[in-house]
């Protein structure tokens, strides 16, 4: 039986096996629309589609005024989450990726951020994680990870202010507890806090985080939804983490006691 499926996917596939295979090497030129056209007898639009689903499944990439070209797919490393980690908005420590090996810690990476704060009523969904009202006060504090002054991750923040406002922790990058994390700061206000949950997950990137990270809007992205809780079983803090799929793992480190 032939094959049902609209001709734009099986294009897009067929380049995909090629990448895949090697025979269109990391940096090649996609054929052109003529000639996809011509091999695939198909029209503008159709080649036009296939090439977009390429580029938002991270296989392929535009260059201005020279063409599509073949994107280097291979994982930068890994990030570690631990403890630590779970403190503050990015991993703790950014391992190298080797293939077939244990990835090694990249030691030289100098690791720099910007952040911006503001007060903004909570979202829903921000909301039910906090367990507060949609609508209340929230400090939203957005993050942006560069390593070695390359994009690796996108953080956003959510604390409700009824925790925080009005002391010297309200602002996580101001201040005399700036940058402690989130155990740090809220301890030098008398909250403790006793653990943290992460949920891990993937969707399309939107097109800011696209522009941000260096990759096609559509793109896959890992997600990983991070909640802080108090002793009470308060929530705390809830942040949503953005990381590049095709070009960083996540590596938990988990230990046991006896």
């Known amino acids: 039986m032939g094959d049902s499926r609209p ?12 990448i895949d295979e090697g025979s269109l090497a990391v940096g090649a030129r996609i054929p052109s629309r003529s000639e996809l056209k011509r091999a695939y007898a198909a029209s503008d639009q159709t080649v036009d589609r296939a090439v977009r689903v390429l580029k938002a499944a991270g296989y392929a990439e535009g260059q201005f005024g020279r063409g599509v070209f073949v994107a280097d797919r291979a ?3 890994t990030l570690l989450r631990s403890t630590g980690a779970v403190d503050s908005p990015f991993a703790a420590e950014i391992l190298a990726y080797q293939p077939w090996e244990r990835p090694v810690p990249h030691r030289e990476t100098v690791l720099t951020w910007e952040a911006s704060s503001g007060e903004t009523p909570a979202p829903e969904p921000v909301a039910r994680r906090l367990g507060i009202a949609p609508g209340e006060p929230v400090l939203r504090t ?15 923040s959510w604390e409700p202010l009824t925790v925080t406002e009005g002391t010297d922790v309200c602002h996580p990058e101001r201040g005399p507890y700036a940058r402690r994390g989130v155990r ?9 806090v006793v653990r943290a949950r992460e ?32 002793g009470d079983d308060r929530a705390v803090e809830t942040s949503d983490l ?16 006896s």
């Open 7 to 18: 001709v734009y996917l099986r294009i897009a596939d067929d380049l995909r096996r090629r």
């Open 75 to 77: 994982p930068l490393g």
């Open 142 to 156: 957005d993050y942006e990870y560069l390593a070695d002054r390359h994009p690796v991750q996108l953080a956003t």
């Open 184 to 192: 740090g700061r809220l301890a030098a206000i008398g909250i403790r």
């Open 199 to 230: 949920l891990v997950g993937s969707r399309p990137a939107t097109t800011p985080e696209a522009e941000a990270l260096g990759c096609a809007a559509g793109q896959c992205v890992t997600v990983v939804e991070r909640t802080h809780f108090d």
């Open 242 to 257: 953005v990381i590049r799929a095709d070009r960083w793992r996540l590596e938990y480190a988990i230990a046991f006691t």
